[in-house]
């Protein structure tokens, strides 16, 4: 079984968490001057990114609590997590 | 109605313990320690750690969110007086008494009866004694709280309880408990 690293409770067992997708896509501030495609692709369109990918999970039979994750795709291993509305560390990357 | 289908006869080591009355608590830390105060604890709990002072049991369930048992006292009476202390927080408190049930499971094995169900690793060592969290029993969501060495509180939804306790009387038959 995988371990996360909640940053409000420490290490967890997977199976209290649950994905949410990729991280750090911001809502545009005024949705009706948007383009349909502007739109369309904020709704939909996501990096697929093979290597490291930044991404949403909850710690849904926890704390409850949204937080940010660096996962490398190809191995699965998460790098390290971050609260919610926080940077990446070494947003270099 | 087939005989099958009745609830096996409920073992020694798993008893009922519904408090009185039962909140949910969700608000920024200041609103969280004024509710504490109100209950008469000296200070908000910390992070996965419950406390109990004989009239109330407060539970960390998260950074923003308590749960709050009263063993003795009903809704009715306990809820004006937290909203009270509550007055110029910004909070939601919400009544969850009858939404979940209250299991007391208590015996020399219980940890590694109850860690049939359980993905966190709930030995003395890391879970210890009034530590408390929301986690999972197979796929039903629980609030487990470390009583003592050997004894657990379980808050589970209602509908779940039958599920839980079927669950653990079956993993029981591999894991003998022997009651306290
Ligand atoms: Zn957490």
Redesign the pocket.
């Known amino acids: 079984m995988l371990l996360i690293h909640?940053p409000?409770?420490g290490t967890?067992p997977e199976l209290e968490f649950s994905y949410g997708g990729e991280a750090h896509i911001a809502r545009p501030a005024d949705p009706s001057q948007v383009s349909d495609d502007d739109w369309a692709s904020y709704l939909y369109l996501r990096s697929n990114t093979k290597g490291v990918h930044a991404e949403r999970w909850r710690?849904v039979r926890?704390?409850?609590?949204f937080f940010n994750a660096l996962r490398d795709t190809t191995t699965d291993r998460i790098l390290v997590t971050y609260k919610a509305g926080e940077k990446p560390p070494g947003e270099a990357r | 109605m087939s005989e099958s289908n009745t609830a096996p006869r409920t073992p020694g080591w798993l008893s009922v313990a519904n408090p009185a009355s039962r909140f949910v608590l969700q608000g920024e830390l200041p609103a969280l320690a004024a509710a504490a105060s109100a209950l008469g604890f000296e200070s908000d709990v910390g992070t996965n750690e419950a406390r109990d002072n004989g009239q109330f049991a407060l539970l960390w369930l998260?950074p923003d969110e308590r749960l709050i048992l009263a063993w003795q006292e009903g809704a009715r009476q306990l809820a004006p007086r937290i909203a009270n202390a509550l007055a110029g927080h910004a909070h939601s408190l919400v009544d969850v008494t009858h939404r979940q049930v209250s299991r007391c499971v208590r015996g020399e094995g219980i940890t590694e009866l109850l860690n049939c169900g359980c993905p966190q690793d709930l030995d003395i060592t890391q879970f210890a004694v009034d530590r408390c969290s929301r986690t999972l029993y197979n796929k039903a969501e629980i609030v487990l709280w470390r009583r003592g060495p050997n004894e657990f509180h379980v808050e589970i939804w209602r509908s779940y309880a039958d599920y839980f306790e079927r669950w653990l009387i079956e993993a029981a038959q591999d894991l003998p408990v022997s009651t306290l």
């Open positions: 909640c409000h409770c967890r710690h926890g704390c409850g609590r | 998260g």
